[in-house]
């Protein structure tokens, strides 16, 4: 009797400690609460285009299946990879060839869909380190800020942007980094959840 009371007592400390999270938090303003048996993630990411100036969503995931949420967690949190562009529902943000310096680059967003999208000028710079992607400090230490302009991109048009990041993160040192834009929108649907996409470049 006494060995079965043992069993149950370390079986229920064991199921507790299968639901503890561990939270981890992004500069991004995405956080993940991991635990054994669950991750909950929860975001609310800075956006120029939402009516309230964030994009929120969560979702829960129990023994890895999704049960709940209203975005999916693995299109905003960061991926790894050294592909030069990564897309979202096929639109494309990459590096124009030799226009990359320490200072900055010109970015090409191209939009191979028929249907028309909208973005803002915001933008993060992420550093891939110990493989994961982490976002790099600003000068200053706190977000960049930005005017409220919404550019448009119709369907099949490609658009160049030109991006000095000394301005707020300085000069970035020899390695891989990202840019990172988590502001893309249907254009018809400025309530729906914002869409990241990212360019991959690499300063030697």
Do not use: C
């Not at 900055?104 to 550093?127: H, L, S």
């Not at 930005?146 to 990041?165: H, M, Q």
């Not at 502001?183 to 309530?191: C, F, G, I, V």
């Amino acid at each position: 009797m006494k060995n079965k009371k043992i069993i149950i007592i370390v079986t229920v400390i064991v199921f507790i400690l299968m639901l503890i999270p561990i939270p981890t938090r992004w500069k991004n303003g995405v956080t993940e609460y991991k635990a054994i048996l669950y991750k909950y993630t929860k975001v609310h990411i800075p956006s120029e285009i939402s009516f309230t100036g964030y994009e929120d969503g969560w979702e829960l995931k129990i023994l890895g299946i999704r049960v709940g949420g209203n975005i999916k967690a693995d299109e905003i949190l960061k991926p790894t990879g050294n592909s030069e562009q990564k897309n979202v529902g096929s639109v494309l943000l990459e590096v124009k060839e030799d226009t990359r310096t320490s200072k900055g680059a010109t970015f090409i967003i191209k939009n191979t869909t028929d249907e028309e999208y909208a973005y803002g000028p915001t933008y993060t710079i992420e550093k891939f380190e110990n493989q994961t992607w982490k976002e790099i400090d600003t000068l200053t230490g706190e977000p960049l800020t930005w005017n409220s302009i919404v550019y448009s991109l119709k369907a099949n048009e490609e658009k160049e942007f030109i991006i000095d990041w000394s301005l707020g993160y300085g000069e970035l040192k020899s390695g891989t980094y990202r840019l990172v834009k988590s502001d893309l929108r249907k254009a018809n649907s400025p309530e729906s959840r914002a869409y990241s996409i990212y360019a991959e470049f690499d300063i030697k």
